[in-house]
């Protein structure tokens, strides 16, 4: 089984739903499978220790995740427009793997979720991918042949998967969302695998 990383950051549990649902669009594609992880919250106190394994969810990523893995779905929530602080201080973490090229070639593709309509889920996606591809990565979007882009009147880009969350965090994906989450995980799946099964 070749693997996607589906790496995500989630306080309120609606970038978790997206990276559940991307992961589905993984395992849709036969012979890849999804592995969950996430991230712990960045602490005012500077490299406080936390357990390896978070009280509930996925087990926190560690860069071996990183190396393991043929793909990369990287989801964070819009924090001012940008991807949250705890996503950004793991990537910082990743200089090794950066100078070593050990995601050079990898495909990636990114989602996130904001309270409000035209709060920047675009300039986030676009953050997202700058770190992805200072490491090599090919970094992948929904193609417009997705035609829940033209009808959505929430989230959903080409730039990657998104989420309108509202102002109180609390409105489940719509359906829309739901099939654009899952087709940017078999997306991702499917270059994976054909890069995976590709002769050098
Ligand atoms: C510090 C902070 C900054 C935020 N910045 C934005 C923003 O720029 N635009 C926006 O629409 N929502 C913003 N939000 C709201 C979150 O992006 C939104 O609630 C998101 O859906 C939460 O995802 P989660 O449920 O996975 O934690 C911000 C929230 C916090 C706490």
């Known amino acids: 089984m070749a693997e996607i990383l589906v790496l995500y950051y989630s306080r309120h ?3 978790a739903a997206m990276a559940h649902t991307v992961a589905r669009g993984v395992e849709t594609v036969p012979g ?12 005012t106190v500077c490299e406080a220790i936390q357990d390896t394994i978070p009280e509930q969810g996925p087990p926190f990523a560690t860069v071996d995740d990183l190396q393991a893995c ?12 940008n991807m949250a602080a705890p996503l950004k201080y793991f990537l910082d973490g990743t200089a090794t793997q950066w100078l070593a090229g050990a995601l050079t070639g990898k495909p990636a593709a990114v989602f996130t979720s904001t309270s409000s309509m035209h709060g920047g889920q675009e300039t986030t996606l676009l953050s997202m991918m700058l ?8 970094l992948l979007g929904i193609p417009y042949r997705e035609t829940d882009l033209v009808h959505t009147a929430s989230g959903g880009t080409p730039y990657g998967a998104s989420h309108l969350a509202g102002p109180d965090s609390k409105r489940p994906l719509t359906e829309e969302e739901k099939r654009l ?4 995980g078999k997306r991702l799946a499917e270059t994976a695998r054909a890069l995976h099964n590709s002769p050098d």
């Open 13 to 15: 549990g609606n970038v």
């Open 32 to 43: 890849m499978q999804a592995r969950l992880r996430t991230v712990p919250p960045v602490s």
């Open 70 to 81: 043929h793909g990369l779905a990287l989801g964070s929530p819009t924090r001012f427009g």
């Open 131 to 138: 770190p992805l591809l200072h490491h090599g990565m090919i």
């Open 181 to 184: 989450c899952l087709a940017l």
